[in-house]
């Protein structure tokens, strides 16, 4: 099995519902842009991607959303060294369709009293949705590592929440370690870095807002 010896994930740039949570009620969520500030922290960012890049050849994956494409745009990356899928498990959590602002606000409120991994939104998914495609997601990546030829780099370029639970799956951990975790600033990356015993190693971790709540006695 060619395992990559990298695989970086990036949130998308800041996008228009980033600063005003009204445009949700005029725009669908797939829909919404990058700010000008967006588009400067992606060109930044991608300056780092090309640096750990150098000339080797990477597979990206990006999700759906108007601003995930964007942000890979901004990388720059050379056309010749990748080859990109657009893959829609990696897409944002689905909170419903047109939101109204201060309903959401309102569900937010519960979401944080219930628990972000468990609360569904009431036309839309709960965290355990968004691990359960994320997780397929990586049934199929470890499928594309058998092949001989698989690049030695990967490229995630998706959203705060979906890298929160890559990680999780990826790694193991548990609900109460995920609930204690914050999403990354936007574009902000991770990387998943292959050591010389074979296992991956997390380059940097989450911020974390609260100590773990385990329900066990043990935890």
């Known amino acids: 099995m060619a395992r990559p010896r990298r695989i970086v994930l990036v949130r998308h740039g800041e996008s228009t519902g980033n600063v005003d949570d009204s445009v949700?009620?005029?725009?669908?969520?797939?829909?919404?842009?990058?700010?000008?500030?967006?588009?400067r922290q992606a060109e930044e960012t991608g300056k780092r991607v090309r640096e750990i890049f150098g000339r080797e050849p990477v597979s990206v994956y990006v999700s759906p959303y108007r601003r995930t494409h964007e942000t890979l745009r901004a990388f720059h990356l050379d056309p010749e060294l990748i080859r990109v899928r657009e893959e829609p498990r990696l897409r944002e959590q689905d909170w419903g369709n047109w939101q109204d602002r201060d309903d959401v606000r309102l569900q937010k409120t519960y979401r944080d009293a219930y628990g972000h991994f468990?609360?569904?939104?009431?036309?839309?998914?709960?965290?355990?949705?968004?691990?359960?495609r994320v997780g397929g997601f990586l049934e199929s990546l470890f499928r594309s590592f058998?092949?001989?030829d698989h690049p030695p780099n990967v490229l995630?370029?998706?959203?705060g929440l979906a890298m929160r639970l890559f990680c999780m799956r990826w790694f193991h951990w548990t609900v109460a370690e995920f609930e204690s975790l914050s999403n990354p600033g936007n574009a902000e990356m991770r990387m998943l870095v292959l050591g010389e015993d074979g296992?991956?190693?997390l380059n940097q971790p989450f911020d974390r807002w609260r100590d773990p709540e385990p329900y066990w006695?043990?935890?």
């Open 24 to 39: 949700y009620e005029r725009e669908p969520d797939h829909a919404l842009a990058l700010t000008e500030r967006g588009w």
């Open 118 to 132: 468990f609360f569904r939104f009431p036309q839309g998914e709960s965290g355990a949705d968004v691990y359960d």
């Open 146 to 148: 058998e092949a001989p």
């Open 156 to 159: 995630l370029v998706t959203h």
């Open 199 to 201: 296992k991956y190693t």
């Open 217 to 219: 006695m043990s935890g």
